[in-house]
């Protein structure tokens, strides 16, 4: 699996225009798919930190792609999104163990001697990465761990949304994470793939064979 391949081709996927229903992964599902970047090389030490962020943030591939070394306060633990949906700005959290990964890559970023100007996640030679090159990496990696579900970059959002819904976090605490307008949005969109409130009832339900 090459790690550089259409990095910045920009041509659009195969399933563009295609809608596939949401899959959340388990925390073992996606520690077997980071654990598939096993490679210290810097290509893979940046995807690695790539799916680490879109992970432990629920960003959007763009949101992601479009962010600068500056925009990471590593000392705060938040993330600057300067270009969200609609170009709105907002100011997410970020959890230290994440940070670790994220701190892992910017050290070894900052000895390929880049262009100032060159986004976090970038090439080698410091082109922005596309979101193909994203979308085409995550089912190879998840083969790789055999993980059999359909991983997407949009699908690291649905389950970082799906923790926090299931950790108790408020939903209007959720719906600024995702960088929703609405609060209803928010709750729609966790209702699609979380029925927290249908899960927990009726597997409370008691039955035997």
């Given at each position: 699996m090459s790690g550089s391949q259409g990095e910045s081709n920009g041509r659009p996927p195969a399933n563009k225009g295609l809608k596939y229903p949401a899959e959340v992964l388990n925390p073992g599902e996606v520690r077997a798919l980071i654990g598939a970047c096993s490679s210290?090389?810097?290509?893979?030490?940046?995807?690695?930190?790539?799916?680490?962020?879109l992970y432990r943030t629920g960003l959007r591939c763009s949101e992601a792609l479009h962010l600068d070394p500056k925009d990471i306060d590593f000392e705060?633990?938040?993330v600057s999104v300067l270009h969200g949906k609609g170009d709105r700005r907002r100011t997410?959290?970020?959890?230290?163990?994440?940070?670790e990964v994220v701190e892992g890559?910017?050290?070894?970023?900052?000895?390929?001697?880049?262009?100032?100007n060159a986004p976090l996640f970038c090439s080698l030679t410091g082109g922005r990465?596309?979101?193909?090159y994203v979308r085409t990496i995550l089912p190879q990696?998840?083969?790789?761990?055999?993980?059999?579900?359909?991983?997407?970059?949009h699908g690291l959002r649905h389950t970082h949304a799906f923790e926090l819904l299931q950790e108790g976090v408020p939903l209007p605490i959720i719906q600024r994470q995702l960088g929703h307008v609405s609060l209803q949005t928010t709750d729609t969109y966790l209702s699609h793939f979380a029925p927290i409130d249908v899960i927990?009832?009726?597997?409370?339900?008691?039955w035997t064979v």
């Open positions: 210290d090389s810097p290509t893979w030490l940046r995807n690695r930190a790539l799916i680490v962020l705060l633990g938040a997410v959290g970020i959890d230290a163990g994440a940070l890559w910017t050290e070894r970023r900052a000895k390929l001697e880049l262009d100032r990465l596309a979101g193909s990696l998840a083969e790789a761990a055999g993980v059999a579900k359909r991983v997407h970059p927990e009832r009726i597997s409370q339900r008691e």
